[in-house]
């Protein structure tokens, strides 16, 4: 059962930074979409960046050129690990932040944010940014 586990998220002033990361374990799928989608109480699941052996890399407007989604590192049979690096951060970027991954064989739902292909998901970890 593929298992994915978030960590690196906490709190920080406006302008800070943080890295999350994601441990993916018991992965054997030949092609993937990983990436990191984040929730606020009351507000639907949105993406923040994706990275697929498709289709490359993907951001959601409102992050372009303050996160940056690491490439997929293989340390293991079935281990990988995937980073989100986040800069400049703001207090509207302050949610939980969750890791996904799934096999992408065809279709643009990897880029297009579409969470239901997905098929596997972590548990989350917060991130608040204060003004």
């Known amino acids: 059962q593929v298992q994915l586990v978030e960590s690196g998220g906490g709190s920080v002033q406006a302008g800070g930074s943080l890295r999350l990361s994601c441990d993916v374990s018991?992965?054997?799928?030949?092609?993937?979409?990983m990436g990191w989608f984040r929730q606020v109480p009351g507000k639907e699941r949105e993406g923040v960046a994706t990275?697929?052996?498709?289709?490359?890399?993907?951001?959601?407007?409102s992050v372009k050129g303050r996160f940056t989604i690491s490439s997929v590192v293989s340390v293991g049979y079935g281990k990988k690990i995937l980073y989100l690096e986040m800069n400049s951060l703001k207090p509207e970027d302050t949610a939980m932040y969750y890791c996904?991954?799934?096999?992408?064989?065809?279709?643009?739902?990897?880029?297009?944010?579409?969470?239901?292909?997905?098929?596997?998901w972590g548990q989350g970890t917060q991130v608040t940014v204060s003004s």
């Open positions: 996904a991954a799934g096999p992408h064989y065809s279709g643009s739902w990897c880029s297009d944010f579409t969470a239901g292909p997905f098929g596997y």
């Open positions: 018991e992965y054997h799928f030949s092609s993937y979409c």
């Open positions: 990275i697929s052996s498709r289709a490359g890399i993907s951001y959601a407007d």
